[in-house]
Structure formats: structure tokens, C-alpha cells
């Protein structure tokens, strides 16, 4: 059964720095791409960022382009994301989840998100 | 940038009944990269159809998706009270990747 589990979450002042993990188990961690999502209180959802299952490509959303930087460590089955700069808009909660592949008959690839953590709460406060 | 527009923003249903949610792109969304994700509260959103149509994993025969281009539609046939929670539609661009959820739609017991 797919498992993750996010942990690194807390309180930082605006400007200050934090890094997240997300530990997966259950699977073949090294053979999917992972994301991470977050949803600000009470809010919706919004993509943060992927990473290829090999560490090779990295995406990123605009609003925390040259911010966020997605990381993993294969042999650790663990995806990072370590956030800079950080502002009071980055309070959410951080879920990361895996890249479900699917490759269409006329072989274009989608990707979803098939599993999820329980996330882990960052607050940026002064 | 694609924006997805859900509606209605909240739905009243007793369960039994059937229940329509609908999704719309300001833009064509190529080859039906769409999905729909349930999410309770305190808990993490859940994959329940992607591909526009394809139900995920373990998702019951009474949750469908339907639609192309702009319009999608997730129907549940018959609501049962677990199925009360709010729902996000999603849309995949592949080139660079890029992922945005609607703002949701909360369907709540009438």
C-alpha cells in the first residue's frame, strides 16, 4: 500500500527559510516523479512543483519560481522541498504526492496525482 | 494560462439523489487532460477520474466524468453520505508541465 508522509512543517518568520521532507514506502519510489501541492487555509488547491522520478527535471510554479527548489534522494525513498524567501502567502499545507503516468493510444502521457501524504502545516508569521 | 471554472460553487443534495458538477476551461484542454479529485475535511484530496473519463483505482461505478474541449461534467449517480465533500477539477499542460485546480465545488447534505 502506497505511504507518504510529509514532515518538516512549522511556524517562520516572513524572509526565513524551511525545508520539507516527504518519505514514500510501499512502492518503487525510485520509478515514479512526485509533486508538491499546497492549500492555504481554507482555500484550494495549487500546484508547487514536480520532479522526474531520476532527478533530472524539475518544474516549478511561478509563484514560487526562484524560490522552491525540489529535491530527492532515491536511496532515502524521500522527495524535498526547500523554500526561501518564504512570505506570508506561502502559508499552507504542503502535500506531496506521486506522478501517475498514463500513456494514451495515441501515446501522449498524461500525469495526475494518485496518491497523497496528509501534508504538513508552514506558517509564515512575523 | 488555462483557468478552470467550477460550478456550482455549493450543491444541496439528500443522498439517493444524483448530483452534477461542472467544470469549464477558458481554453480548449488538450486531449481530455482532466481530473476530478474528492477531498473531505482534514483529510488529502483523493484521484477519483482522470483522462477526463477514466475512473481511478478503487472509485466506485456511481462516479463518472464526461466532457471535452472546455466543458466537463462529474456526475454521481446516486449520492451516498460518504460522498459529501468538496470536488476539484485539474488540467494537466505537458509542455513545460503545469497543474491548476478549479476553486472547487462543496456538495453538503440538504
Known amino acids: 500500500q502506497v505511504h507518504l508522509v510529509e514532515s518538516g512543517g512549522g511556524v517562520v518568520q516572513p524572509g526565513r527559510s524551511l525545508r520539507l521532507s516527504c518519505e514514500g514506502s510501499?512502492?518503487?519510489?525510485?520509478?515514479?516523479?512526485m509533486h508538491w501541492v499546497r492549500q492555504a487555509p481554507g482555500k484550494g488547491l495549487e500546484w508547487v512543483a514536480v520532479?522526474?522520478?531520476?532527478?533530472?527535471?524539475?518544474y516549478y510554479a511561478d509563484s514560487v519560481k526562484g524560490r522552491f527548489t525540489i529535491s530527492r534522494d532515491n536511496s532515502k525513498n524521500t522527495v524535498y522541498l526547500e523554500m526561501n524567501s518564504l512570505r506570508a502567502e506561502d502559508t499552507a499545507v504542503y502535500f506531496c504526492?506521486?506522478?501517475?503516468?498514463?500513456?494514451?493510444?495515441?501515446?501522449?502521457?498524461?500525469?495526475?496525482?494518485?496518491?497523497w501524504g496528509q501534508g504538513t502545516l508552514v506558517v509564515v508569521s512575523s | 494560462e488555462i483557468v478552470l471554472t467550477q460550478s456550482p460553487g455549493t450543491l444541496s443534495l439528500s443522498p439517493g439523489e444524483r448530483a452534477t458538477l461542472s467544470c469549464r476551461a477558458s481554453?480548449?484542454?488538450?486531449?481530455?487532460?482532466l481530473a476530478w479529485y474528492q477531498q473531505k475535511p482534514g483529510q488529502a484530496p483523493r484521484l477519483l477520474i482522470y483522462?477526463?473519463?477514466s475512473r481511478a483505482t478503487g472509485i466506485p461505478d456511481r462516479f463518472s466524468g464526461s466532457g471535452s474541449g472546455t466543458d466537463f461534467t462529474l456526475t454521481i449517480s446516486r449520492l451516498e453520505p460518504e460522498d459529501f465533500a468538496v470536488y476539484y477539477c485539474?488540467?494537466?499542460?505537458?509542455?513545460?508541465?503545469?497543474?491548476?485546480f478549479g476553486q472547487g465545488t462543496k456538495l453538503e447534505i440538504k
Open positions: 485539474q488540467q494537466f499542460i505537458d509542455s513545460p508541465p503545469t497543474y491548476t
Open positions: 481554453q480548449t484542454v488538450k486531449t481530455n487532460y
Open positions: 510501499g512502492f518503487p519510489f525510485r520509478s515514479y516523479g
Open positions: 520532479i522526474r522520478n531520476d532527478g533530472s527535471q524539475k
Open positions: 483522462g477526463a473519463s
Open positions: 504526492a506521486r506522478d501517475f503516468v498514463v500513456v494514451t493510444v495515441t501515446m501522449d502521457k498524461e500525469s495526475w496525482f494518485d496518491s
